[in-house]
């Protein structure tokens, strides 16, 4: 089931069929550092699949949404992108792609698709986004959209994250 679309890309739900994305996503190094995250336990990844291939509820019913990002017009996951909900109890927009596919505006293309989604289908009247300060690239493309409002040590992570918000 297609969530939204932006120009390029179709956000949909996550299929039994593409697990082997999702895993590569959740635990390759070069993709989870500059999260950042630690390659997750096996367990813990079949859980975190499981609700993506079978969400319970609204997405708002939810404090984690997650969804598979595609090329319109094919099934490869490049991809995922979520509707998280941070320490405050706000929404927050998280996003992370294969690294065949850094550095050709997905990035980008999606984060503005997640804040138009946001506003527009889901009627928020905020979304914030937390990026590792040492993420320079995800910092760039959030700050073409969300204003930075504050530094803070995220203890879990163990990093300096800022947070950005932006008000419908």
């Given amino acids: 089931?297609?969530?939204?679309?932006?120009?390029?890309?179709?956000?949909r739900n996550f299929k039994s069929a593409d697990k082997a994305y999702f895993v590569e996503l959740v635990t390759k190094l070069e993709i989870i550092e500059p999260v950042p995250q630690s390659p997750?336990?096996?367990?813990?990844?079949?859980?975190?699949?499981a609700k993506?291939?079978?969400?319970?509820?609204?997405?708002?019913?939810?404090?984690?949404?997650i969804w598979a990002i595609c090329e319109k017009g094919r099934e490869e996951v490049i991809g995922l992108?979520?509707?998280?909900?941070?320490?405050?109890?706000?929404?927050e927009l998280g996003y992370?792609?294969?690294?065949?596919?850094?550095?050709?505006?997905?990035?980008?293309e999606i984060a503005r698709g997640l804040i138009d989604?946001?506003?527009?289908?889901?009627?928020l009247e905020k979304?914030?986004?937390?990026?590792?300060?040492?993420?320079?690239?995800?910092?760039?493309i959030l700050s073409k959209f969300l204003k930075p409002v504050r530094e803070f040590f995220n203890e879990k992570?163990?990093?300096?994250?800022r947070r950005y918000e932006l008000y419908k």
């Fill in 117 to 123: 989604f946001s506003f527009q289908d889901l009627k």
């Fill in 52 to 65: 993506a291939i079978n969400p319970q509820g609204t997405i708002l019913d939810n404090e984690t949404s």
């Fill in 96 to 108: 992370r792609f294969r690294v065949e596919y850094w550095g050709k505006g997905h990035g980008t």
């Fill in 1 to 11: 089931m297609i969530i939204f679309q932006t120009p390029r890309l179709d956000i």
């Fill in 127 to 140: 979304i914030t986004a937390d990026v590792d300060i040492r993420n320079i690239a995800s910092a760039k």
């Fill in 157 to 161: 992570d163990n990093c300096i994250d």
């Fill in 40 to 49: 997750m336990p096996a367990k813990q990844i079949e859980e975190k699949f």
């Fill in 81 to 91: 992108c979520a509707l998280l909900t941070n320490d405050e109890n706000d929404r």
